[in-house]
């Protein structure tokens, strides 16, 4: 009987001590450690623009609601956020004559003339395999910081995906036409049924998003 009340006392004092660790996390949430650090999320396509889709999913909204979780984590650690976009839109004019082409060129534009440390751009895949999952982190050519960048946002990755793919360049727009470091991110497959049905969850969103802001922190502790 003795036995029972220690190892219950033992419990309670673990769980105590549990309870206060978590409350110690919960608060460095609230830290600056990107204080000074100006990034911007481009939310891929939008407006007319879906992107990739499979059955109700649309990739446009979802790069938005994944960028908006970005945006708030990385806020939380006292960076600076610019958007390229924060609803469903694009960012043609109305006398475009090619959308798709303005819509990226200012996508450009805004991550060249704002003075930002970093850009992310996210976005969702398909293929015509409906097994091919995971997650796809690309770099602008050439771009050691950016290479960097995205080996730390692959590590933190692994535990969110059960296939982060190997770092590639690519040559990507977004990329090739940018100054300041930055990633264009594959989150996921639409086409993939189960990760389609993952990507459409919010606890799976937050989990993408909270690699990439670790993986970001990451990254600057390293430059330092
Ligand atoms: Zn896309």
Same mark, same amino acid.
């Given at each position: 009987?003795?036995?029972?009340?220690?190892?219950?006392?033992?419990?309670?004092?673990?769980?105590?001590?549990?309870?206060?660790? %978590?409350?110690?996390?919960?608060?460095?949430?609230?830290?600056?450690?990107?204080?000074?650090?100006?990034?911007?999320?481009?939310?891929?396509?939008?407006?007319?623009?879906?992107?990739?889709?499979?059955?109700?999913?649309?990739?446009?909204?979802?790069? &938005?609601?994944?960028?908006?979780?970005?945006?708030?984590?990385?806020?939380?650690?006292?960076?600076?956020?610019?958007?390229?976009?924060?609803?469903?839109?694009?960012?043609?004019?109305?006398?475009? %004559? *090619?959308?798709?082409?303005?819509?990226?060129?200012?996508?450009?534009?805004?991550? #060249? $003339? #704002?003075?930002?440390?970093? =850009?992310? *751009?996210?976005? &969702?895949?398909?293929? !015509?395999?409906?097994?091919?999952?995971?997650?796809?982190? =690309?770099?602008?050519?050439? #771009?050691?910081?950016?290479? &960097?960048?995205?080996?730390?946002?692959?590590?933190?990755?692994?535990?969110?995906?059960?296939?982060?793919?190997?770092?590639?360049?690519?040559?990507?727009?977004? &990329?090739?036409?940018?100054? !300041? %470091?930055?990633?264009?991110?594959?989150?996921?497959?639409? *086409? #993939? !049924?189960?990760?389609?049905?993952?990507? $459409?969850?919010?606890?799976?969103?937050?989990?993408?998003?909270?690699?990439?802001?670790?993986?970001?922190?990451?990254? =600057?502790?390293?430059?330092?």
């Amino acid at each position: 009987m003795k036995q029972k009340w220690k190892y219950g006392c033992i419990a309670l004092v673990m769980i105590a001590a549990m309870l206060i660790m %978590t409350e110690a996390g919960g608060k460095k949430i609230q830290d600056d450690t990107l204080s000074g650090i100006m990034i911007v999320i481009d939310s891929g396509h939008g407006g007319k623009d879906n992107g990739a889709m499979a059955n109700e999913a649309n990739e446009d909204e979802i790069n &938005l609601l994944i960028a908006k979780k970005v945006r708030k984590a990385l806020r939380e650690k006292g960076a600076g956020v610019v958007m390229t976009r924060t609803g469903d839109y694009d960012l043609a004019s109305e006398s475009a %004559t *090619s959308r798709k082409k303005e819509d990226m060129r200012k996508r450009v534009e805004m991550i #060249n $003339q #704002n003075r930002i440390d970093l =850009f992310i *751009s996210i976005h &969702l895949n398909a293929y !015509p395999s409906a097994d091919v999952h995971g997650v796809q982190i =690309f770099y602008q050519k050439g #771009n050691t910081d950016g290479e &960097l960048l995205a080996s730390y946002i692959a590590e933190e990755m692994v535990s969110v995906s059960d296939h982060v793919m190997h770092n590639k360049a690519g040559d990507y727009y977004i &990329l090739n036409e940018t100054g !300041p %470091t930055g990633l264009l991110i594959e989150c996921g497959f639409l *086409s #993939n !049924p189960q990760e389609q049905k993952l990507l $459409q969850e919010e606890d799976y969103q937050l989990e993408l998003a909270q690699a990439i802001v670790s993986g970001i922190e990451a990254y =600057f502790v390293a430059l330092q």
